[in-house]
Nanobody, 122 residues
């Protein structure tokens, strides 16, 4: 059974940092790409970062470039999203997702996690 489990969300003040984790199981982690998506209230879902686990190739949306960093630890089957200089507009539900073809970026994941909430107060 494929599972993606996110953790690390919470409440933080503007300018602060959070690190999200996505731990995967049930599929060949090294062969896939893992991405982070978010959905803010009243807005469409946005793909913000992804990484191909085999070679570390990454993608960032303009909205987070320079502030967020995606990384992986293949030994732990885990992808991280380090979020710095957080802004109130980063408030959203954050989801990790997997692409079986290892595409970077990807828009239609094959698997989703359950999500974790991030709230940035002003």
């Amino acid at each position: 059974e494929v599972q993606l489990v996110e953790s690390g969300g919470g409440l933080v003040q503007a300018g602060g940092s959070l690190r999200l984790s996505c731990t995967a199981s049930g599929f060949p982690f090294d062969d896939y790409a893992i991405g982070w998506f978010r959905r803010a209230p009243g807005k469409e879902r946005e793909g913000i970062a992804c990484i191909r686990n085999s070679d570390g190739n990454t993608y960032y949306a303009d909205s987070v470039k320079g502030r967020f960093t995606i990384s992986n630890d293949n030994a732990k089957n885990t992808v991280y999203l380090q979020m710095n200089s957080l802004k109130p507009e980063d408030t959203a539900d954050y989801y990790c997702a997997a692409d079986v073809f290892g595409r970077v970026p990807f828009r239609l994941p094959d698997y989703w996690g359950q999500g974790t909430q991030v709230t940035v107060s002003s």
